[in-house]
């Protein structure tokens, strides 16, 4: 069974979640003040734990990222003992040598540069509790924002995803959550692919703007059964009654799927699993 099938799709990008542990969330919150630039908004304790908000330099409606504690009472919040994986939540950074010093300065480990198939300048972060964040140079940034590190959510690429085939995983998204094919890098055996962007409207076609997301092959040593990344990329799904249809045609259709955390009347999530164990989350959020 599809779930979408060539069609709008129902899933809008919207950021995510950085996890922590519930007993080092303070000091969580503290380092990312400190080391990432960001300004802090609020935290306090939610039907499924902490949450802490941060607002992004580039001062958008959407630039917000949130810390998230683990939950051991939620499956779609539990610390388990699973790999980061091939998903990654992507950051644009402006001066690529400046901000790298300031890491290495800061003890804070970082990947060697690597590059986009549109050349584009690539690194990861580990962040606090060895979270990672995948850094991705934005030059039309340089020297805008000379104290923040991590500015805004990624715009060339705003989620990497790694796959073994790609033939079959552009089917798997397109098939299964409507995304759309945007162009195929053939010598990197990559492609991007559009979803929609998160609007306060949905159904208001003109207000959705296509997000990038990259589908890269990478080979099978670097896949294992399920991942469970602590940088969490999410989707959105409104109204609810939308949410819990998806939910429920996931399951139907045989996608390993969570059961939901939360209550849809206010706040609520799950998440699910492509071909290659990837792990894609989707919430509702009711303004």
């Given at each position: 069974m599809k779930v979408k099938g060539n069609m709008k799709s129902l899933l809008g990008w919207d950021g995510g979640f950085i996890m922590v542990k519930w007993d080092q969330f303070e000091e969580a919150v503290k380092w990312y003040q400190r080391?990432?630039?960001?300004?802090?908004?609020?935290?306090?304790?939610?039907p499924v734990g902490k949450k802490a908000f941060f607002r992004l330099p580039i001062k958008t409606c959407h630039a917000q990222v949130t810390l998230k504690s683990f939950e051991s009472d939620f499956e779609h919040f539990q610390e388990l003992q699973a790999p980061e994986g091939n998903v990654r939540l992507t950051f644009d950074v402006a001066d690529l040598e400046h901000t790298l010093s300031y890491f290495?300065?800061?003890?804070?480990?970082?990947?060697?540069?690597?590059?986009?198939?549109?050349?584009?300048?690539?690194?990861?972060?580990?962040?606090?509790?060895?979270?990672?964040?995948?850094?991705?140079?934005?030059?039309?940034?340089?020297g805008i924002y000379p104290n923040a590190r991590l500015i805004d959510f990624g715009t060339a690429v705003c989620t990497r995803i790694g796959v073994k085939n790609l033939d079959d995983s552009l089917e798997w998204y397109n098939n299964q959550l409507g995304f759309q094919l945007a162009e195929r890098y053939s010598e990197s055996k990559s492609a991007l692919i559009h979803a929609p962007g998160s609007s306060w409207g949905w159904g208001e076609e003109e207000n959705i703007i296509p997000i990038p997301i990259l589908l890269e092959t990478l080979s099978d040593d670097a896949f294992s059964d399920k991942s469970n990344p602590s940088a969490r990329v999410y989707f959105d799904v409104r109204p609810k009654e939308k949410f819990v249809k998806l939910h429920e045609d996931l399951k139907r259709a045989g996608i390993e799927t969570s059961e939901i955390a939360g209550n849809p009347d206010s706040w609520a999530g799950f998440h699910f699993f492509d071909l290659d164990g990837n792990r894609l989350n989707v919430w509702t959020y009711q303004m």
């Open positions: 080391h990432m630039g960001w300004t802090f908004i609020d935290q306090f304790i939610t290495r300065k800061n003890n804070i480990e970082v990947s060697s540069i690597d590059e986009l198939p549109d050349g584009t300048k690539t690194f990861d972060i580990y962040a606090f509790g060895g979270a990672r964040l995948t850094a991705v140079h934005n030059s039309q940034l340089d």
